[in-house]
DNA sequence: TATGAATGAGGGTTCATTCAT
DNA sequence: CATGAATGAACCCTCATTCAT
């Protein structure tokens, strides 16, 4: 039985947007030759422009599929009734979990978007209305009054996730690997210690430092 | 009075140097052409390699500065006696200055950090060599009973560095200024009360959040 | 019928590699511009490199050309039962051929011997070993008896490769044509005469000359 | 006691022509850059504009110098009285003299002169001349009954000449030096001897090759 | 669909030459 | 005389994109 055309342009489709995934990541957006694409992908380069508009194009896919993936899970956290332990909790695992199973995609969201001053202009946004969503549960925090007042909640939410992505790089830079769950609770919990209870010694508090 | 032919020299070079400060950060390594450097010098291209030996060269002549500029301050403050709490402070101001006088090159350390012709691994030794310095601080403050020793030292570092990258980025990505030292003053305190004491709401310690 | 497409590849590269033999010669390889072959070949400057890697490597694949063939000569005659006077014979019709057949190569190989971009090594190498092949004749003659043996065998290679070498030349630098058999007839049988016979006029050997 | 600026001028354009005759050997024309050559004179690059129009002009200088002495040799051979052997040995022995004396003068001659197809024109015009007056010698000694008749006077030049010319080209690729006056005295026999009695060992005229 | 030949804009780099000092 | 800063023509090469087959 004869696959579907639908079928077959969506599996090679995939393919393509998958060799992309991984010369993106190894070259960088302006290395990346599409002749490099199509080789890793095992078809012509011509093919390409049959799936893909241009160069842009096919990086702005994978760009989408980071996004998109990334708002459904902030948008599945605010509808969500967790407390905000929880909420940040479920953010640095879709981070490192992203980090697992699609190492590729995490490492072109640090080099390429996350430090990358070219055509940033469009991406820009997107990183914005990251960010407004995860001050939104800052806010939400210090309006439950889990947490403090005193300090603007964008504030917050630039210490938050600077310090889960600087995680992320260092992993990225030194290609790390996320040798199992425990390792895995281990940041997560680090990170969510420091952020919430402080880096202090307790006992400490008020101490001269 | 004649200048002599070093100053000269110099001087010249420095408006390179200047130029290809702003060109860079306006375009990123890649998309900076030397003509583009050359016109904002006010230079024909050509003079560009009588002073640098290629786009490479320049580009690396900037990061020099930086990497220079910060080690000179990671020494200091290492050799210093200041307590931990004056030690972070310096090194957050020195970001804060540093954006304040010269956004050019603090823009260019934060987005082109992976950037490089072929091997990024010199950048990135630089890049760890000032994580390792860092991590020296928090591994002291740890021994002096300053901080917590449930977690890592380079933990502590990442969450630190990481946070107040991005502040920083976030200045750089949205062109803030930096109105005046009250301002300067508020980041860095957030940043450090935020690291020390946690955000979490003080009495809530142990409830749930 | 259609033409297969390796077929039409292999013509189109022939189309650039003769532009190119014939741009080398006229210009020589530094003054040459890979515009110009591409002109001469009648097409985009940028088709030259689906074909070739760089104008070194056209380059080369010229003189690869003409070494592969020379040597080829040179083993059948090694291989061949003839005497000396016939080896050497076929020697000089192999180049007078060549310059009836393909005077753009010929002119190359005079002209562009010690051109390289950085290392004239290789080029050099092959010049040897055609040399050493050409002794490896003369040692024969003389250990036949042929030849006198009171002169190195290379300085006789010395004499008659440089004595046909220069007949060449004289004729590529004066775009002399040959016209008929007869003369190159008379060239061959000119250079066998004096370097066998010498130059001297007969009967006055001993005489003062 | 000052020296005249006339003797000032031509101290330094002798450093300039010396730089330039080391560089030009070791790069040849193409690649040497007047930096180099000014470099090598330790003066800068400016100064060399002073003494030569430019690049091509202190080429031809070198060139002048070249072809100046060889045809006073070969004037002062042809006005002599000596019998064909010693004019021909005369020329010989100019050559490796030179070779020996201003081997970087000889390597020129060979790359850039001889063998070298760039702004050959005006150049070829030398050589011809050369050439004219060596076939001149030759005439006369096949009148004066001491060379054969049946070769033409210019092919017994092309003989001599380019067995000539292989031997020092053979020793410039080599970078052979002239160990001694017998080294030279063995290959100004073997060339004579080769030309003027022929390689075949006596006694065999007329045998079956 | 699929191929890869073909195009040419674009940019880095070199270096001879000029000229103000 | 002497310097070397300054200029810009020249040219190699890359590679995204198009399109005939």
Known sequence: MKK?????RLEK???IFEAALKVFRQKGFHKARIADIAAQAGISYGLVYHYYRNKEGLFNAILNLWWEDLYRLMEETQRGKEDLYQRLRKIILYFLDTYQNN???IHIFINEISRSS???K???EYFKKFMVITEGIMADGQEAGCLRQDIEAHYLTYI???AMETFISVMVYGNQKIKNDQQKERITTSLLEVFLHGAQKSGQEGAKL
Chains 1, 2, 3, 4 share one sequence.
């Open 4 to 8: 579907g055309n639908g079928q077959l």
């Open 122 to 124: 469009p991406r820009l």
């Open 160 to 162: 938050f996730l600077g």
């Open 103 to 105: 190492p590729d995609l």
């Open 118 to 120: 070219s055509n940033l």
């Open 13 to 15: 489709q995939t393919v």
